[in-house]
């Protein structure tokens, strides 16, 4: 709080102040009496003023600047009711009281939005887990009726589930650590569960594979690892070109273990390339090529940031570069 601001603050009652004392200079002086006293006894209002006026600014100016610097020091502003201390001065009192019914209120509100959501999530995984029984059944009925119309049906009904299994990772997506164990998995064994899960799209595309380095463990969670490298290898089949070639290998160092997972399809746009983690991001491939939802990669950066796992894309020449970082000592390892 600066000295002026306070004094433009408190214009009016120092013009009060100062046509008190000049008037009461003037009624005794109408009276009479002694000059001494004319001049004594409005300079005594006047001090007292003065001296009011300064304690009440210094208090408030000590109040309200170390608010201010506890405000600017917290990350998480709406923890300021926490350490605020109550102030000796009315206007500083009515603040505090308002700024807690405030909190109060907004605290009440979060709690409910909370509970909506949870229950939301809760309805979107139960309506997803009783969907896959429907779908499995009609993929039972497509298998066993082979034709060209059931065989086209069928790829609609893989997609489908896919969107349904990324719906549900999505609901789960925040609450993580509710729902995964880490552990040491095998790499290759990943790998290969995830390229056997899209073989069909892999032979059809006539998309060539290659293992390089896999035969290493990592610490991460097998489900969540399975369902981002899902999503990436389902995004580099979707935008495959001329002879296409997927290559997966892995490379371990001192500190970390890298696994990168090249293709030679269209590429990304180098403008493009820092905003394809955003949420609902398709760019310029994903809205010409396919109908793209921008929420794979968005799933994959958020289940790699909970998991303690780094994720980065590089694209350069029609070739596209995703690596996933494991850090080597970065978990309490559960058996």
Not at 4 to 23: C, E, T
Not at 129 to 142: F, G, Q, R, Y
């Amino acid at each position: 709080m600066r000295f002026s601001d306070y004094l433009k603050d408190q214009l009016i009652s120092i013009i009060v102040m100062i046509a008190i004392v000049f008037l009461s200079g003037i009624i005794l002086w109408v009276f009479n009496l002694n000059k001494f006293l004319i001049f004594y006894i409005p300079s005594l209002f006047l001090l007292g003023y003065i001296i009011v006026f300064i304690y009440n600014y210094w208090r408030r100016r000590n109040y309200y600047n170390n608010f201010i610097e506890l405000l600017d020091s917290l990350d998480q502003k709406y923890l300021i009711t926490e350490l605020l201390k109550q102030p000796n001065f009315l206007d500083g009192k009515v603040m505090v009281s308002s700024i807690y019914e405030i909190d109060k209120s907004m605290k009440e509100h979060i709690n409910e939005i909370r509970f909506q959501q949870v229950e939301l999530k809760e309805y979107i995984e139960m309506w997803c887990h009783e969907v896959k029984t429907p779908l499995a059944t009609a993929m039972m009925v497509v298998e066993n009726n082979g034709s060209d119309v059931n065989d086209s049906i069928k790829e609609e009904l893989v997609k489908i589930e896919n969107y349904l299994e990324q719906v549900l990772f999505y609901a789960r997506s925040e609450n993580v650590e509710k729902d995964y164990l880490i552990k040491e998995v095998d790499l290759n064994e990943i790998v290969n569960t995830v390229i056997k899960r899209n073989k069909k799209d892999l032979i059809s595309r006539k998309i060539k594979i290659e293992l390089d380095n896999l035969s290493i463990k990592v610490h991460s969670d097998k489900k969540w690892l399975e369902f981002i490298l899902h999503q990436i290898i389902n995004n580099a089949i979707k935008y495959v070109d001329k002879d296409p070639v997927i290559k997966i290998t892995a490379n371990q160092y001192q500190d970390h273990i890298e696994l990168l997972i090249l293709d030679n399809g269209i590429g990304i746009d180098g403008n493009e390339i820092e905003r394809v983690f955003d949420k609902g991001f398709t760019g310029t491939n994903g809205r010409n090529h396919h109908k793209s939802t921008g929420i794979g990669l968005y799933l994959c950066k958020k289940l790699c940031k909970r998991l303690n796992h780094e994720i980065k894309i590089a694209s350069k020449d029609g070739q596209t570069i995703v690596t996933i970082i494991f850090p080597c000592n970065s978990y309490l390892i559960l058996q």
